[in-house]
């Protein structure tokens, strides 16, 4: 296994890392809408939205991938009412075929944050 770090996303709140490569399949930690320079929430969901989608696309681009190669998402929001954004945000950044995805309404997240996504990619070997 091997730890994939960047300084283009946040760096781990705790002992974990952003993401493990293992073989030719690369499992990211859980993003919440961190901006890594700050390491301060942005404001909105929809904006925390984004913002956890550019921090993925870091995280896989650090792995030698990108979007594209993602396989899975799995989206935590604290408001399910906020599943529209995230739709919207998806097209904007990933093409068909769309990742497998599921979706858990969380009472809370991480910082109060509004919604968390990790990702699988699979890389070719």
Same mark, same amino acid.
């Given at each position: 296994?091997?730890? @994939?770090?960047?300084? &283009? =996303?946040?760096?781990?709140?705790?002992?974990? *890392?952003?993401?493990?490569?293992?073989?030719? +399949? #690369? /499992?990211?930690?859980?993003?919440?809408?961190?901006?890594?320079?700050?390491?301060?929430?942005?404001?909105?969901?929809?904006?925390?939205?984004?913002?956890? @989608?550019?921090?993925? &696309? =870091?995280?896989?681009?650090?792995?030698?991938? *990108?979007?594209?190669?993602?396989?899975?998402? +799995? #989206? /935590?929001?604290?408001?399910?009412?906020?599943?529209?954004?995230?739709?919207?945000?998806?097209?904007?950044?990933f093409s068909?075929?769309y990742p497998?995805?599921?979706?858990?309404?969380? =009472?809370?997240?991480?910082l109060d944050?509004?919604?968390?996504?990790?990702?699988?990619?699979?890389?070719?070997?």
């Amino acid at each position: 296994m091997e730890a @994939i770090m960047t300084t &283009r =996303a946040p760096k781990a709140l705790g002992p974990y *890392s952003q993401a493990i490569r293992h073989g030719g +399949t #690369v /499992y990211t930690a859980g993003q919440i809408g961190l901006d890594p320079e700050t390491m301060k929430l942005v404001d909105g969901p929809e904006n925390q939205i984004r913002q956890v @989608i550019a921090n993925i &696309r =870091a995280i896989c681009e650090a792995a030698g991938g *990108s979007l594209d190669k993602v396989a899975r998402l +799995t #989206v /935590y929001l604290t408001d399910l009412q906020h599943w529209p954004i995230v739709n919207e945000v998806m097209t904007e950044n990933f093409s068909k075929p769309y990742p497998a995805r599921s979706a858990v309404g969380v =009472a809370t997240l991480p910082l109060d944050a509004f919604v968390e996504i990790d990702a699988i990619m699979v890389l070719d070997d």
